[in-house]
C-alpha cells in the first residue's frame, strides 16, 4: 500500500480495508481457480476408469492432456508431453542396453609376474 498524504485516521482505515479487501478476493480467486482445476483432472481420470458414467458431452474429441489442459493425442497426453515420454523411454532404453554391454569386468592377478587377465561376467 503506497503511504497516505492524509492523516485522517477514517479514511486511512477505509483505504487499508479496501487494499486488504482486493488482495484477499484475488487470494480467493486463485484458490477456487485451483481448486477447480483439480476437480476437473479429477473428473477426468474417473471418466477413464469408468467411461460409462462419463458425460454424454465427452467423446474421442473431448480428451485432455493429463499433465496440462491441451487435447491429448496419444496415451492420455498431449503432443508436447507425449514426445517428453518417447524421449525418455528411448534414453532409458538405450542406458539400459549400454550398461549390459559394460557388464563385464577385468580382474588383474595379485602378481604383478603374471600376464594372464581373467574377465567375470
Same mark, same amino acid.
Given at each position: 500500500?503506497?503511504?497516505?498524504?492524509?492523516?485522517?485516521?477514517?479514511?486511512?482505515?477505509?483505504?487499508?480495508?479496501?487494499?486488504?479487501?482486493?488482495?484477499?478476493?484475488?487470494?480467493? #480467486?486463485?484458490?477456487?481457480?485451483?481448486?477447480?482445476?483439480?476437480?476437473?483432472?479429477?473428473?477426468?481420470?474417473?471418466?477413464?476408469?469408468?467411461?460409462?458414467?462419463?458425460?454424454?458431452?465427452? #467423446?474421442?474429441?473431448?480428451?485432455?492432456?493429463?499433465?496440462?489442459?491441451?487435447?491429448?493425442?496419444?496415451?492420455?497426453?498431449?503432443?508436447?508431453?507425449?514426445?517428453?515420454?518417447?524421449?525418455?523411454?528411448?534414453?532409458?532404453?538405450?542406458?539400459?542396453?549400454?550398461?549390459? #554391454?559394460?557388464?563385464?569386468?577385468?580382474?588383474?592377478?595379485?602378481?604383478?609376474?603374471?600376464?594372464?587377465?581373467?574377465?567375470?561376467?
Amino acid at each position: 500500500m503506497p503511504p497516505r498524504k492524509s492523516t485522517d485516521f477514517g479514511a486511512l482505515f477505509d483505504s487499508l480495508m479496501e487494499d486488504l479487501r482486493i488482495q484477499i478476493a484475488a487470494s480467493v #480467486d486463485r484458490t477456487l481457480s485451483d481448486f477447480n482445476k483439480r476437480l476437473s483432472r479429477i473428473e477426468r481420470r474417473l471418466d477413464q476408469v469408468d467411461p460409462q458414467n462419463a458425460d454424454a458431452a465427452t #467423446d474421442k474429441n473431448g480428451r485432455v492432456c493429463s499433465l496440462c489442459e491441451r487435447t491429448a493425442v496419444a496415451r492420455g497426453l498431449c503432443s508436447a508431453h507425449y514426445q517428453q515420454w518417447r524421449y525418455r523411454e528411448r534414453k532409458t532404453r538405450l542406458s539400459r542396453r549400454h550398461n549390459l #554391454d559394460l557388464g563385464a569386468t577385468v580382474v588383474l592377478p595379485p602378481s604383478s609376474k603374471s600376464t594372464e587377465l581373467s574377465v567375470n561376467n
